[in-house]
């Protein structure tokens, strides 16, 4: 009887290990996978080459718009990103239902923001409502499948490398860019860093100062070269003036006696 009931004990015990065994490696996985998409949005938000912040960026973002022309998804997803700083998980949940008239009747819309980044209710810029209005309002979201169904995140990143290619572009040019194109031309356009926060729904100044600084030493370097420029055009004036008072037939030489 004795022997019996060590038996099951054992078993018992050897049963809880097994779970708890288990159970360990379940919140290994877990972990693991939360790190492999922590690690990819990571990637996401370093990559800005393509459309973004390079010099070739605006003839890039140019050539993209004449190719996929208003009307169609492969516009649209270009305008939500460079126009409403949005990332792709944010694009592929907007629908026409976060579009709305404001007060003013101007076009707004509000975007649910990730990445623990404020949600944020902003105007529509002329470029951005050209594109929802020629869109059809037939789904929950504006960016779906051949099927009808919402895309996924990760597959509209696919999709978009696809869609700059076609038109042509360099195969560095990714979907993320767009946004970083879009927060340096706001800041280029005399966006401070807290209106930029109000519209990206970032939450500290260091992720947006990036694009102020860059805009700020510009905007500095082109003021000093304007008041060099005016300086050196007011020293011709005066060089000219000084060369067109000089006649030396007017000087008074000695006469040698």
């Known amino acids: ?13 050897h049963d809880q290990d097994a ?13 693991e996978e939360n790190r492999g998409a922590l690690a990819g949005d990571l990637a996401d938000e370093l990559m800005q080459v393509g459309l973004g912040l390079d010099v070739d960026a605006d003839a890039e973002i140019a050539q993209y718009r004449s190719y996929w022309p208003c009307g169609m998804q492969q516009r649209l997803v270009m305008e939500f990103a460079l126009e409403a700083l949005s990332r792709r ?7 026409p239902q976060h579009v709305y008239t404001g007060l003013e009747g101007e076009t707004r819309i509000r975007i649910a923001r990730i990445h623990a980044s404020e949600d944020v209710d902003i105007r529509v810029t002329p470029d951005l409502e050209a594109a929802i209005d020629a869109m059809p309002r037939t789904h929950l979201t504006f960016i779906v499948t051949a099927y009808g169904k919402p895309r996924s995140k990760f597959g509209l990143g696919t999709d978009f ?6 038109a042509g572009l360099p195969d560095h040019c990714r979907l993320h860019g767009l946004k970083k194109a879009g927060m340096r031309r706001g800041a280029e356009d005399g966006n401070t860093a807290h209106e930029l926060m109000a519209q990206s729904g970032h939450k500290t100044l260091v992720e947006v100062q990036r694009y102020t600084h860059g805009a700020d030493q510009k905007r500095l370097a082109d003021q000093g ?25 007017t000087l008074s030489l000695p006469i040698e006696k």
């Open 89 to 95: 998980g944010e694009v592929v949940r907007l629908g």
């Open 1 to 13: 009887m004795v022997v019996g009931d060590l038996s099951n004990q054992s078993k018992a015990v």
């Open 19 to 31: 779970v708890g065994e288990r159970d360990h490696f379940r919140h290994v996985a877990r972990d």
């Open 161 to 166: 490398a696809q869609w700059a290619r076609e």
């Open 225 to 249: 070269m304007a008041k060099r420029r005016g300086a050196q055009s007011g020293n011709s004036q005066v060089t000219n003036l000084a060369a067109r008072s000089y006649n030396p037939t």
